[in-house]
């Protein structure tokens, strides 16, 4: 974490230095080139006190919200619209460097403000911000009385991070309103503890699905993260987080399946718990939760960390036909305008966010229904999908 702070940091500098070049070309102002630079220092001050601390081993929870909070709204505006001096100084060079042009620099400093714009809304209204995603699957093998059958999918609650029960309350009347025939949830119900659900067992209790709702755990789910006093207390916290699962109505998946029966056929359900490369514990056993699934059977899969599709599902020995998955969020950051999609997590994850497809296999990364670490998304909103598996002619 420290050295992707300083990196970060390092980034941010240049661009900082760079957008400067606009603001001094708009103005000789002494005062606003002072107000610009002490912003600048007083958060730079945050960011290298927090590393300090993290290398120290101190607790940076409460502060790291609020500093990823200040760095989107300083840094990443400066950053995006230099793009734009970058653009200009490529005509310059052939020209023998002119002055910077005026009405550039205004252009660089009117999309800043765009961004600024774009990134208040993301911390105060777009965390809540809910999108319906729908795609429709064909499968050749799929049992023809399932020909049609919708689920939705939610993933990635975070309920420990949430405070403001209407907003919520909104996006599971949204995830009511689908109507689906199931309904999935793919892992990290909480942050840390199971008593971050307490207040919302009596809203997600109402959620319904007429074939059930089945659920997974993410790597959130079992207390990793925190310090507890004794491994007794963590396996009760854990224990606990089960039950409300139970209590909200859900069957928890934790390495088996089992069977979605409709009009005589039937499809296989299966859940694993968290499996995670680089450095996430890897609880899953997919071969232990197929072991009494029939190869012939048509399988849908949840596994809260996409990673495991990849790893373990894609070349598993039983043909797993839809895979369901989450925990990226998309990094609650990113763009995605008329099919174009970008967000920095897909430097991590090759799988990060909508419909995959390898082998005749399809993967579903869902962008997270709550959200964790910054306190609110940019460009990458909360998340309700509605797949409908059809069977293919």
Known sequence: MAKRLSLI????????????????????????HLSYWVVDILLISGIITTISMLRSGKKVQQILPLLMTAMLLIFIPKIFSSLVLMAEDIFRLFRG????SFYVSEVTLALAGLIFLII????????HFYRIKKETIHFPDLP????????????DVHSGSFSDAKSVQKGLDLVNAQNSDLLLFTGDLVNNMASEMDQWIPMFTKLKAPYGKYSVLGNHDYGDYIK????????????????????TGFKLLLNEAVEINKQGEHVALIGVENWGKGGFHQYGDLKKATARVHDN??????????????????????????TLAGHTHGMQFGIELFGFK????????????GLYTQKGKY???????GFHGLKGRIGIWPEITVLTLKRAS
């Not at 970008?342 to 966010?353: L, N």
Request: no cysteine; hydrophobic share 45%; aromatic share 16%.
């Open 144 to 155: 023809e009385a399932f020909d049609g059958f919708t689920i939705t999918q939610i993933s």
């Open 342 to 353: 970008w967000s920095p997590i897909k430097y991590f994850y090759k799988q990060w966010a």
């Open 9 to 32: 940091l390092l980034i941010f500098l240049v661009g900082d230095i760079y957008f400067y070049q606009a603001v001094t070309t708009l103005t000789q102002d002494p005062a606003l």
């Open 120 to 127: 208040v809304f993301g911390v105060t209204r777009g965390k």
């Open 363 to 369: 993967l579903y990364v869902n962008r997270g229904f």
């Open 97 to 100: 460097f002119p002055a910077r």
């Open 297 to 322: 059977a048509f399988k849908i899969l949840m596994s809260h960390d996409p990673s495991h599709w990849d790893e373990v599902t894609v070349d598993h020995n039983q043909h797993v036909h839809l």
């Open 228 to 247: 507890w006093e004794s491994n007794a207390a963590k396996e009760a916290n854990l224990n606990r987080l089960k039950d409300v699962h139970a209590e």
